[in-house]
C-alpha cells in the first residue's frame, strides 16, 4: 500500500437531514488518520460526483437513510462514470434491506454498512480494501 | 457485516466498571430521603411535577397516537382507516421528503423519494384522498412536517371546510417546530428568522380561526434521535420553545391565550428512570418558565402537555423481535411519566417503513399497558420515590444550565445560527459511539449477546412505479387549473410575505384554488432564502 494518506469523500444524497450517522463516520474516519472530505446535506447526484473530481478523492462514503438508496446510489455511479472516475470505489450506509444491498452490489457498490456497524468495522474494512489512487 | 461483531461478547454476570445512565449521568447506589429538594405538589397543580391534570389516566388514558404514512395518499388512508378500526385514538401524518421540503412530486428533486419516507403530498387534492371517508371534526389530527407546515395546515383546514366542518371545531397538532429542525432533524427551506416569523403567523392565525388546534409542537425528539443527552434534549426543547413564546410575546399576544394552545413532543429512550425523571422535570421547568419568565398568570398557560414517541435510534436490525422490548420498556417510562399521547415505534422501523403486523404489535403493546398492567389506577405512582425525585430535580438543574448558556449567547435563533446546540449533539452522538464500540454500553444483539440469525423479516416495500405515477398526477393536476387565479394567488403570497402581513390566510386562498405546496415553497424560497447549513463535522 502507498504512503499516501486516504482521501475520503463522506456524502449525504438526496433531500434526507438525518446526518448523525454520516457525522460520527466523517469523524471517525478522521480520527483513524484518513482526510475526509464532508459535503453537508442535501446533494444532488451531480454535485457529489463533481467533488468526487475536483477533490481527486481515493473513496466515496453514501449516506442515506431516506429510502431513495435504489435511485440515489447507481445515479452517482451512473455520473463518476461518465465524468471518468468510475474506478473510484463507493460504499454506503443506512437502512437498506438485503434485497437492495444484493442489488446495490451488483450494480458496482462495494459495501453497504446498516444501522449497529461499528465505527471500527468502517475503518477496518477501508484500510482492508480502499487502496490509494495512483 | 454483521458477521464482524460475533467475536465480541460479553459476560453477563460481570460487574459494570460505570453506572451511568445512556446519557451517561452517573449514578448513586442508592438514594435515600433528604436528597431531592424539588416542589413535587399535587397532580394539576402548579408546577405540575406529577402531571397536568388531577385525575390523570384514571378519567382517559393517553391517546395512542401511531404515526403512519407511506406511499400515496390512498395507500395511507388506507392505513389510517386500519389504526382507527384496531382502535387508534387519533391519527398522525407522516409526510414524504419533498413534501417536507416543499417540492411537489414532479420535481427533479423529488426523484427516487416520492411516497418513502411518507406520504406523497403536493397538492389539495391529495390532501382530499388522504382523509376521504374520515371526518375531520371526529378525530384528532397530528400532522409532522415543519417549512411546509403553513401549506399543510392549510391544505388540512381546506379539506374540512369542504366536508362541511366548522373550523372551530378541529383539533389537532402540527409539528412546525422550526428551531428544532435547525438543531437537528435538517430540513428547511428558508434561514431561522423567517422561519420564526412564519411560526408565528400561524400560531396567531390559529388563535383567532383554529381555537382548538395546536399550532405548534415543540419537539425534543429529533433532537434526541441526532445524539443528544436526555438533558441536552430536555434543555433545548424548552429553550426553542422560550424562542416562539418570545417571538409572540414580541408580536404582541398574550401568553396566557396562547400559552394553553403550545404543545411538546418528547423522546422516550431505553434509560428507563432517567425518561421518567426527564419528562417529570420538563413539566416543572415549562411551568416556572411561563410563569416567572414571561409572565403568565393562569395554570392552564403554563402546564406541559405532551406526547412522546419510543425511541427510533434505540431499535436495532439484529434480533429485531427484542425491539418489541425496548418499545414496552420506552412506553411505560412515557406513561408513568404521564404523557397525553404517544407512538410505539414498530419493531422493523429499523429496515423500512412498518409493515401492519409490526404496526399493529406496537399499538397493542400501548392497549396492554393501558388495559392490563394496572399503571393507570393511580396517578404518577412513582412520585416520591428517593431515585426518581432525586434525578428529576438534577434534570431540571442541569438543562437550566444549559438555558442560562443559550441566553448568554443571545437567545436560541443566535446559538443555532452559531452551531451551538448542533456542536453539543454532534459531540455527545460521538462520545456514544465511542463508548458503544468499546462496549461501556450494551445492546443486547449488536455488541453484546450476538448470534447468528435466521431469515430477515417481512418489511413493507414502497412499489417503485408509485413516483411516476404520482408525479404524472401532480402533472395532469396543475394543467387543469385556471392559471391565472393560480399565479394572482401566488402574488397574493409573495405580497404578504413581503410586506410583513400574516400570511395564513393567504396560503388558504392559494390551496384552494390548487396552488401546490411547491409553488408556496418557491415564494418562500425566493423572499427569503434558502439556509445553508455549514457543513462542519
Same mark, same amino acid.
Given at each position: 500500500m502507498s504512503e499516501k494518506v486516504l482521501r475520503i469523500l463522506v456524502a449525504k444524497p438526496g433531500l434526507d437531514g438525518h446526518d448523525r450517522g454520516a457525522k460520527i463516520i466523517a469523524r471517525a474516519l478522521r480520527d483513524a488518520g484518513f482526510e475526509v472530505i464532508y459535503t453537508g446535506l442535501h446533494q444532488t447526484p451531480e454535485m457529489i460526483a463533481e467533488? !468526487?473530481? %475536483?477533490? /481527486?478523492?481515493?473513496?466515496?462514503?453514501?449516506?442515506?437513510?431516506?429510502?431513495?438508496?435504489?435511485?440515489?446510489? #447507481?445515479?452517482?455511479? /451512473?455520473?463518476?462514470? %461518465?465524468?471518468?472516475?468510475? /474506478?473510484? #470505489?463507493?460504499?454506503?450506509?443506512?437502512?437498506? #434491506?438485503?434485497?437492495?444491498? !444484493?442489488?446495490?452490489?451488483?450494480?458496482?457498490?462495494?459495501?453497504?454498512?446498516? #444501522?449497529? !456497524?461499528?465505527?471500527?468495522?468502517?475503518v477496518e474494512w477501508i484500510r482492508t480494501n480502499i487502496d490509494a489512487r495512483a | 457485516m454483521r458477521d464482524s461483531n460475533s467475536a465480541r461478547n460479553i459476560d453477563p454476570r460481570q460487574a459494570r466498571p460505570?453506572?451511568?445512565?445512556?446519557?451517561?449521568?452517573?449514578?448513586?447506589?442508592?438514594?435515600?430521603d433528604g436528597q431531592a429538594a424539588g416542589e413535587v405538589g399535587e397532580p394539576g397543580q402548579y408546577p405540575f411535577t406529577r402531571g397536568v391534570y388531577p385525575t390523570m389516566y384514571r378519567t382517559k388514558a393517553w391517546t395512542m397516537r401511531q404515526f403512519a404514512g407511506f406511499g400515496s395518499a390512498a395507500d395511507t388512508n388506507a392505513r389510517f382507516k386500519y389504526l382507527l378500526a384496531a382502535g387508534g385514538g387519533g391519527l398522525s401524518t407522516a409526510f414524504d421528503m419533498p413534501t417536507l421540503m416543499g417540492y411537489d412530486a414532479d420535481h427533479a428533486r423529488a426523484e427516487g423519494e416520492v411516497g418513502r419516507e411518507g406520504v406523497a403530498v403536493s397538492t389539495i387534492a391529495d390532501m382530499q384522498v388522504l382523509f376521504d371517508g374520515i371526518r375531520l371534526d371526529e378525530v384528532t389530527t397530528s400532522m409532522t412536517v415543519n417549512c411546509s407546515a403553513s401549506i399543510l395546515l392549510a391544505m388540512y383546514l381546506v379539506v374540512a371546510e369542504r366536508q362541511g366542518c366548522s373550523w372551530k371545531k378541529l383539533g389537532g397538532t402540527i409539528q412546525n417546530d422550526m428551531f428544532k429542525e435547525f438543531i437537528a432533524q435538517k430540513e428547511w427551506i428558508c434561514p431561522p428568522e423567517p422561519s420564526l416569523r412564519i411560526v408565528t403567523d400561524m400560531i396567531e392565525f390559529c388563535m383567532n380561526e383554529v381555537p382548538r388546534w395546536h399550532p405548534v409542537s415543540i419537539s425534543g425528539y429529533h433532537i434526541r434521535e441526532a445524539g443528544s443527552t436526555a438533558v441536552q434534549e430536555l434543555a433545548f426543547t424548552l429553550a426553542d420553545g422560550i424562542g416562539y413564546v418570545q417571538a409572540a410575546v414580541d408580536r404582541g399576544l398574550d401568553p396566557d391565550e396562547f400559552g394553553p394552545r403550545l404543545s411538546f413532543f418528547f423522546?422516550?429512550?431505553?434509560? =428507563?428512570?432517567?425518561?421518567?425523571?426527564?419528562?417529570?422535570?420538563?413539566?416543572?421547568?415549562?411551568?416556572?418558565?411561563?410563569?416567572?419568565? =414571561?409572565?403568565?398568570?393562569?395554570?392552564?398557560?403554563?402546564?406541559?402537555?405532551?406526547?412522546?414517541?419510543?425511541?427510533?435510534?434505540?431499535?436495532t436490525a439484529q434480533q429485531p423481535l427484542n425491539n418489541v422490548v425496548r418499545v414496552t420498556i420506552q412506553a411505560l417510562a412515557a406513561t408513568l411519566a404521564g404523557v397525553q399521547s404517544l407512538h410505539t415505534n414498530s419493531l422493523d422501523e429499523t429496515l423500512a417503513l412498518p409493515s401492519e403486523e409490526a404496526v399493529t404489535v406496537a399499538l397493542r403493546t400501548q392497549q396492554i399497558l393501558a388495559e392490563e398492567s394496572g399503571i393507570v389506577n393511580t396517578v404518577d405512582p412513582f412520585g416520591g420515590s428517593f431515585a426518581i425525585e432525586a434525578l428529576t430535580d438534577r434534570m431540571e438543574r442541569e438543562a437550566a444550565d444549559y438555558i442560562r448558556r443559550i441566553d448568554e449567547l443571545g437567545g436560541i435563533v443566535r446559538a443555532i445560527e452559531i452551531g451551538y446546540p448542533q456542536s453539543e449533539i454532534a459531540d455527545a452522538a460521538y462520545a456514544f459511539q465511542h463508548a458503544t464500540d468499546d462496549s461501556e454500553y450494551v445492546t443486547v444483539g449488536v455488541n453484546g449477546y450476538?448470534?447468528?440469525?435466521?431469515?430477515?423479516?417481512?418489511?413493507?416495500?414502497?412499489?417503485?412505479?408509485l413516483e411516476a405515477g404520482q408525479r404524472e398526477k401532480v402533472k395532469a393536476f396543475k394543467a387543469a387549473r385556471d392559471a391565472k387565479k393560480v399565479a394572482a394567488r401566488i402574488e397574493e403570497v409573495r405580497r404578504a410575505a413581503v410586506e410583513d402581513r400574516n400570511l395564513m390566510p393567504h396560503v388558504v386562498d392559494a390551496v384552494r384554488d390548487g396552488v401546490t405546496v411547491g409553488e408556496i415553497s418557491d415564494v418562500y424560497r425566493n423572499v427569503f432564502g434558502i439556509y445553508q447549513d455549514p457543513a462542519t463535522i
Open positions: 467533488t !468526487a473530481v %475536483q477533490e /481527486d478523492v481515493d473513496c466515496v462514503g453514501l449516506s442515506i437513510l431516506s429510502g431513495a438508496h435504489m435511485t440515489l446510489f #447507481p445515479r452517482i455511479l /451512473d455520473l463518476m462514470k %461518465q465524468k471518468g472516475v468510475g /474506478d473510484i #470505489p463507493v460504499f454506503g450506509g443506512g437502512i437498506v #434491506p438485503e434485497e437492495d444491498i !444484493a442489488e446495490l452490489k451488483t450494480l458496482g457498490v462495494k459495501e453497504i454498512f446498516t #444501522p449497529g !456497524a461499528s465505527t471500527r468495522d468502517i | 460505570r453506572h451511568a445512565t445512556i446519557s451517561g449521568m452517573e449514578l448513586e447506589e442508592c438514594y435515600r423522546n422516550v429512550h431505553n434509560d =428507563f428512570l432517567e425518561e421518567i425523571a426527564k419528562i417529570r422535570a420538563a413539566r416543572r421547568l415549562w411551568a416556572k418558565i411561563m410563569r416567572e419568565r =414571561f409572565g403568565a398568570k393562569t395554570d392552564r398557560a403554563c402546564l406541559m402537555r405532551t406526547h412522546a414517541q419510543t425511541s427510533g435510534v434505540s431499535l450476538v448470534m447468528d440469525e435466521g431469515k430477515a423479516l417481512e418489511i413493507l416495500r414502497i412499489d417503485r412505479a
